[in-house]
T-cell receptor, first 111, second 112 residues
Framework: GQQVMQIPQYQHVQEGEDFTTYCNSSTTLSNIQWYKQRPGGHPVFLIQLVKSGEVKKQKRLTFQFGEAKKNSSLHITATQTTDVGTYFCAGRSGTASKLTFGTGTRLQVTL | KAGVTQTPRYLIKTRGQQVTLSCSPISGHRSVSWYQQTPGQGLQFLFEYFSETQRNKGNFPGRFSGRQFSNSRSEMNVSTLELGDSALYLC???????????FGPGTRLTVL
C-alpha cells in the first residue's frame, strides 16, 4: 500500500533558525496537504498543493510540491516558539479520497 | 459554524470489553474519516464514510467497525478490546472528502 515518510522525525532549533521537513511518497500523488498538530491538540489543516512543482507561501511558511508529485517540503523561516508542534504531510493517490498521513516531524523551538 | 465534536473525550476500558465512539461533523459535511493516533504508529487511517456508505477502509482487524447515520453523524465501535488499542481516536469531516479535513478533539481511549 501507499507509504508516506517524513524526515526528520524530530528537530530542535533555537528561535530564529530555519526549519525544513521533507515528505516522500512511495506512489505518485494527486495532491498533498499539510497539517500542524500542537502538543495536546488535534491536526489543523495548513495548505493543499495540487500542481507539479507548485510553491505556496503563508507568511514564514513555504510549501513545495515536487515535479514528480512524489515529494513535498515545508520550510519555516525564522522559527518562533509558536511554531512548536508536529507537522504532517498527507497525500492522495489517483482519484481516491483516502488521505494517507506521513509519519510526522516534531519541531521543538527554544529561546 | 460549530466544529467537529467527539464524545466521550476520555474513556477507560478493560481488555475484552467493547467501546463505541461518536463523532458529529461540521454541519453540511458528508464525509467522515476516522484515524487512530499512537506515539509509535502516528496517524493511521481506519475508515471513511460518505453519505452513510463506507468509501475507504484501512488495514485494521474486523474488531474495528463504523457506521454513518443520515444526519452524517458517525460512530465507530471496537469490540474485544486489546491493550494495543489504547490510543487517541480522531474523527475528521470534510465536504466531499477530497478537500481539507477538519479534525475533532479526539477521544482518548485507555485499555487496562
Amino acid at each position: 500500500g501507499q507509504q508516506v515518510m517524513q524526515i526528520p522525525q524530530y528537530q530542535h532549533v533555537q528561535e530564529g533558525e530555519d526549519f525544513t521537513t521533507y515528505c516522500n511518497s512511495s506512489t505518485t500523488l494527486s495532491n498533498i496537504q499539510w497539517y500542524k498538530q500542537r502538543p495536546g491538540g488535534h491536526p489543523v489543516f495548513l495548505i493543499q498543493l495540487v500542481k507539479s512543482g507548485e510553491v505556496k507561501k503563508q507568511k514564514r511558511l513555504t510549501f513545495q510540491f515536487g515535479e514528480a508529485k512524489k515529494n513535498s517540503s515545508l520550510h519555516i523561516t525564522a522559527t518562533q516558539t509558536t511554531d512548536v508542534g508536529t507537522y504532517f504531510c498527507a497525500g492522495r493517490s489517483g482519484t481516491a479520497s483516502k488521505l494517507t498521513f506521513g509519519t510526522g516531524t516534531r519541531l521543538q523551538v527554544t529561546l | 459554524k460549530a466544529g467537529v465534536t467527539q464524545t466521550p473525550r476520555y474513556l477507560i476500558k478493560t481488555r475484552g470489553q467493547q467501546v463505541t465512539l461518536s463523532c458529529s461533523p461540521i454541519s453540511g459535511h458528508r464525509s467522515v474519516s476516522w484515524y487512530q493516533q499512537t506515539p509509535g504508529q502516528g496517524l493511521q487511517f481506519l475508515f471513511e464514510y460518505f453519505s452513510e456508505t463506507q468509501r475507504n477502509k484501512g488495514n485494521f482487524p474486523g474488531r474495528f467497525s463504523g457506521r454513518q447515520f443520515s444526519n452524517s453523524r458517525s460512530e465507530m465501535n471496537v469490540s474485544t478490546l486489546e491493550l494495543g488499542d489504547s490510543a487517541l481516536y480522531l474523527c475528521a469531516s470534510s465536504g466531499t472528502g477530497n478537500n481539507e479535513q477538519f479534525f475533532g478533539p479526539g477521544t482518548r481511549l485507555t485499555v487496562l
